[in-house]
C-alpha cells in the first residue's frame, strides 16, 4: 500500500532540547533513502484479501518473531522444503524448534562479542586497510565493490572458507547472487537461468567449499565448517549451510557498509561527530541508520498453530497455516517504540520501548535473529572510520537502487566514490 505525496507532506513533530543540538537537520520529514514506500502508521496488523497478514507494529511484530507457533517461510524456505532431498541435516536459517535451538547454541562462541573483537578484529583492520590503500592509489572506486571484498574476506574467516583454489570468491558469489532462482517451467530460458545457477553453484563448490572441507578434515579449526564436519555434515549439506552464511553474512554487510557510507557522506556534520565519537557511539550510530534502512525489509513467518495475539486493544487471531509478513521498516519506524520522527536519522535517539536494540529489528528478533550482528557492526565501524577520514572523499555518482527479492532488501550497485 502507498501513500500519496499529501500524506507525507506534514509538518516536523517540534522537538525537545536535545533534538535541536542532534546535528542532523530534522526538519527533512524524512532521511530514508531505501524503502520501496511509506508503511501506513495506523495498521499496525491487517488481513489483505489473499489472507496474508501484514503486521507493521513493534510490539505485534516481536511477538510473531518470537512465537514458537510459526516456522521460516521467507528467504524461499517454503520452495525448498518442497523440493526432494536426501539431506539429513537442513541449513540452520530453516531448521526450527530443538535442532534450531542445538545448532545456534553449538555456532554461538563464533559470534559472540568477545570472539569477534579477539578473532576478528585484527583480520577486519588488516584487510580494512588494504581497501583503503587501494582506493588511495587509484582515487575512485565502486563501494559496492570494495565493501563485497571486504564483508565476503571477514565472513569467510568465520565460516572456514579459506583454502580456494583460485582467487576471486568475492566475483563468484555476486555472481551467484546476482541471479534470481527462476520459476521451475518447460522452456529454453528457464532452464537456461536454472542451469547457470547450477554452475554459479558447482564453481563455488569446487573452488571454494571443497578444498575447505579438505584443509579441515585433516586439522580442525575453530570455525564453521569445523563444527559441521564435527557434526557429521555431508559435503552437500556444508555447501548448503556455506551459501546461507555467504547470504546472511557477506551480502547482507555489504549492503550496509554502503549505505552507511552514502549517509555520512552526505551530511558533513554527521560524518564529523561519528568520526570524533568513541567505539561505543560510533556502533549506536551504525545501528541508527540500520533502524532507518533495514538491509532485509520483510520477514515472512508460516503459523503452525492458531495465534492469538492483541494489536491496539484488541484480539486479533491468525490461523494455523496462515502466511504472515512481517513489514521490519515500518517495526523500525513505529513511534510508540522509536519515539517522534521515526523516519529522521537521529544519533542517540531515546527508544520507548523497553530492552529495545538501537537497531530495534533491523538484526530480526527471536529464535532466527541474526546471529553475525556483531560481526557486521564491527567490520562496517572499522572500515567506514578508516574511509570517512579520507580528505577529500566525496561521492562521484550515487548509487543506483534496485531489490533483491530473496532477502527481500535493497542492493545498491555502481557507487562511485573518488579522491579530490
Not at 539429513?88 to 562462541?109: D, F, V
Amino acid at each position: 500500500m502507498s501513500i500519496s505525496a499529501e500524506h507525507i507532506s506534514q509538518p516536523p513533530v517540534k522537538r525537545d532540547e536535545a533534538a535541536v543540538r542532534c546535528p542532523i537537520d530534522h526538519a527533512a520529514w524524512s532521511h530514508q533513502k531505501t524503502a520501496r514506500e511509506v508503511e501506513p502508521t495506523n495498521t499496525p496488523i491487517e488481513r489483505d484479501a489473499d489472507g496474508v497478514w501484514h503486521v507493521r507494529g513493534y510490539e505485534e511484530v516481536r511477538a510473531i518473531l518470537r512465537s514458537t507457533n510459526t516456522k521460516q517461510a521467507g528467504f524461499k524456505a517454503e520452495l525448498l522444503g518442497r523440493l526432494p532431498t536426501s539431506m539429513s541435516n537442513s541449513p540452520i536459517l530453516y531448521q526450527e524448534g530443538k535442532p534450531h535451538q542445538l545448532q545456534r547454541k553449538q555456532t554461538a562462541r563464533f559470534f559472540t562479542p568477545k570472539a569477534v573483537s579477539s578473532n576478528y578484529r585484527l583480520l577486519m583492520e588488516r584487510l580494512a586497510d588494504q581497501r583503503i590503500a587501494e582506493l588511495q592509489r587509484v582515487q575512485r572506486a565502486d563501494l559496492s565493490r570494495l565493501s563485497m571484498t571486504l564483508a565476503v574476506r571477514v565472513a569467510a574467516a568465520v565460516v572456514g572458507l579459506t583454502s580456494s583454489r583460485l582467487p576471486g570468491m568475492d566475483k563468484r558469489l555476486s555472481a551467484f547472487f546476482a541471479r534470481d532462482m527462476p520459476a521451475f517451467a518447460w522452456n529454453l530460458l528457464a532452464l537456461f537461468r536454472l542451469l547457470r545457477i547450477q554452475l554459479s553453484i558447482a564453481a563455488f563448490f569446487y573452488l571454494d567449499v571443497q578444498p575447505a572441507i579438505r584443509a579441515r578434515k585433516r586439522r580442525a579449526r575453530e570455525d564453521v565448517i569445523s563444527h559441521l564436519i564435527a557434526q557429521g555434515y555431508s559435503k552437500r549439506e556444508i555447501l548448503t549451510e556455506c551459501i546461507t552464511y555467504a547470504a546472511a553474512g557477506m551480502v547482507t554487510t555489504r549492503e550496509f557498509i554502503s549505505v552507511a557510507a552514502w549517509h555520512f557522506l552526505e551530511q558533513p556534520t554527521l560524518r564529523a561527530q561519528y568520526l570524533a565519537a568513541p567505539e561505543a557511539e560510533r556502533q549506536e550510530m551504525l545501528q541508527e541508520i540500520l533502524r532507518l534502512e533495514p538491509v532485509v525489509g520483510h520477514l515472512y513467518r508460516r503459523a503452525t498453530a492458531d495465534l492469538h495475539l492483541e494489536s491496539s486493544g484488541l484480539p486479533i487471531t491468525i490461523r494455523q497455516g496462515e502466511l504472515i509478513d512481517a513489514h521490519i521498516y515500518a517495526a523500525n519506524a513505529d513511534e510508540s517504540a522509536v519515539g517522534a520522527q521515526p523516519l529522521a536519522l537521529f544519533p542517540g535517539r531515546k527508544l520507548r520501548a523497553e530492552h529495545i536494540s538501537a537497531a530495534v529489528m533491523g538484526f530480526g528478533d527471536g529464535p532466527h535473529r541474526c546471529p553475525g550482528s556483531f560481526i557486521a557492526i564491527q567490520e562496517t565501524d572499522i572500515f567506514l572510520r578508516r574511509l570517512l577520514a579520507l580528505d577529500g572523499l566525496f561521492i562521484e555518482r550515487a548509487p543506483s537502487l534496485r531489490w533483491n527479492d530473496i532477502v527481500s532488501g535493497y542492493e545498491l550497485r555502481d557507487f562511485l566514490i573518488a579522491l579530490a
